[in-house]
């Protein structure tokens, strides 16, 4: 007989009801399936009006940081509610038929900094109890008798704490689903210490106490019903970045409030390595600390493309696709410019390179994305102090401001809006063209005193379609978030084209901010100069050293992060998986995977064997609390089932 895990939880339902549950009006029963869908409800820490850049400048407590990191590399669709600007207010809680929009909510808003109806905690009370969301509730946050009492503890203030050792230290020591393999933890470790402002408080019984600092609970959960749970984690607001344990806590808070969860873990163990600057006219025309030959076909296939291939590994090109001609003072495609000998003495052939860089993408070795946005250059080369074009190597040439797309160095301002858009545009249509791909990573840099804009790029680039920006930065029409947490992402080795040149005695390299100080005329009578990374030409270790780790590239990355998730329950656990043709393209032809956590309370009724539809295929297995779905090659719509065998 098969059983579904909607029918299961329906009956679970109605016996809470039966057994003395919630009373509620008949507008909506709080016992009922909710999204798999989170709320993050913040103060002041996000500085950003228009409540799209997360990240740098723009956000001013780093913990929100990190829970938005989290949640977007593991997968989990999120909403924010940042009460500086809005206010708990029912509706901000409900979709358009008044029913809740989330699963789950996730507090980490400063009590001491709310007013007004930012502070009607009642809404919040309704949220969990009327509506049946759970609640997450961090840090120090609930310093206020109407949330702490949601979370089940009676708030008696705030103290700061000097955590030195493991008798005052943050110790997890009690069973649970959400302390599952981190019973026994101390932080911070017994090498290090630390300052924390713990709240003072004393658990209520309906609640129960996994963790303490020193006397006081500081990990708390508490069943409001069968389906509504709540848990605060205390501790240092910097915790989840520093800690993987707190991570692994959060994220089990997270199935347990919402019954399971669907996370990526695809970015563990992995490398993403970037090679820069294939195409910029700057290799033959720009500073003199940073001048070198084109890499020709031979020499990329040769300490590129064979050790890859050799290895089945894959690597980044982001490559310039606007030549900056001085020549005919325009822009211009880099791959048909003529073979020429540059004022350095150099012999500079990008159709070789072009033939090189073809050749890796044949074999299945490199990805293509643009370096910088297009050109690698200012937006405007003509106005004074230049004009750029024509100006000696030895004068305004040899400015290091000329040479950066995303702000004005060279003025010190923004460059317009509008012309930062033509730029994203024409650099993605300059890829598309000239290698049939459409590249979905760039790069958002600093832009120099005036951050208006830096967030602006974000938009920008994603209007013209790009989706990431190196490792660090998710690129969207919703938001912008740079990753703060490192361990969370892959490592990024990178280097330029320049390590591709085999060395000579004819050059002058090492680090930039000692070239810069050589005097010009030095730099000028070398035939190469600039700043290696890698020894890409003195033999395999660069990839041998790494060959443990699972290299991958940024159209990987990109399709993980802009993956969509829902669930639908009206006839089953359905989890749905969207993969955008543009975004997610790198699933068309490749098998993706997904960790799929499921809550006890799911985990149990299920007996001791369970079928997992896949599009279609069932697969037997044992409900375990974690295990991985593996989806079959294909953009689109994937649909997994879970049901009782």
Known sequence: ???????????????????????????????????????????????????????????????????????????????????????????????????????????????????????????????????????????????TPEIADLVGVDYQGTATMDVKNEKDGFAISEEHFVTAGAVGTVLPPTDQSTQVTAVRCKAKPAAKVLGTLGEHPQLVVRDVSRQTKTVWIGGGRDWLNEYAVMREVFRKSLVHCLGYGVFNDNFENTLVFVMDDMGASDHAYGLPEWHYPTPGKEAIIKYLVEPLEEYGFVMVQNVTPGYVNPVTRRVENPWTIEKFVDPYGNVQDYGSTKAGLDEGLRRGVFEIHTHRVWTHMNWDLDSPPGPWWDAPLDGERARGAW????????????????????????????????????????????????????????????????????????????????????????????????????????????????????????????????????????????????????????????????????????????????????YCRHFAKRSSHWTLELADRYREPLGRQIGIEVDGKVEKSAPAARQTLTLPAGVGMHTVEIRSE
């Open 403 to 582: 040479y950066n797309e995303a702000y004005d160095f060279v003025r010190d301002v923004p460059v317009p809006s509008n012309d930062a858009l033509f730029l994203y545009k024409t650099g993605y249509d300059a890829i598309k063209r000239q290698f049939d791909i459409a590249p979905l990573a760039v790069s958002l840099q600093p832009i120099g005193t005036d951050e208006r804009l830096r967030h602006g790029n974000g938009r920008m680039a994603a209007i013209a379609g790009y989706g990431i920006s190196w490792t660090t930065k998710y690129i969207g029409y919703d938001r912008l978030v740079h990753f703060s947490i490192p361990e969370m992402i892959p490592e990024r080795l990178q280097c330029h084209d320049l390590d591709v040149i085999e060395k000579s005695d004819s050059e002058i390299t090492g680090p930039l901010r000692e070239l810069r100080k050589m005097p010009a005329v030095t730099l000028i009578a070398a035939k190469v100069t600039g700043s290696r990374a890698v020894d890409l030409t003195g033999g395999r270790d660069w990839i041998e050293s790494r060959k443990d780790k699972r290299w991958i590239g940024f159209n990987e990355m990109c399709a993980y992060l802009h993956s969509d998730i829902d669930v639908s329950s009206a006839d089953g656990l359905a989890i749905r998986i969207r993969y955008d043709d543009h």
């Open 1 to 143: 007989m098969k059983t579904t895990v909607r029918s299961l939880l329906s009956c679970l339902a109605l016996s809470s009801l039966l057994a003395g549950g919630l009373a509620v009006g008949a507008e909506f029963d709080p016992s009922a399936e909710k999204p798999y869908r989170v709320l993050v409800v913040i103060g002041d820490q996000w500085d950003d009006p228009d409540s799209y850049y997360i990240g740098g400048p723009r956000v001013s407590g780093k913990d929100f940081s990190d829970v938005a990191t989290m949640l977007k590399v593991w997968g989990v669709p999120f909403d924010i509610l940042r009460l500086d600007q809005q206010r708990l207010q029912i509706n901000r809680f409900l979709n358009g038929i008044a029913e809740p929009n989330y699963g789950c909510v996730i507090w980490m808003a400063d009590p001491e900094k709310l007013e007004g109806f930012s502070a009607n905690y009642r809404t919040m009370r309704s949220a969990v109890e009327d509506y049946g969301m759970s609640l997450i509730a961090l840090f120090d946050y609930i310093k």
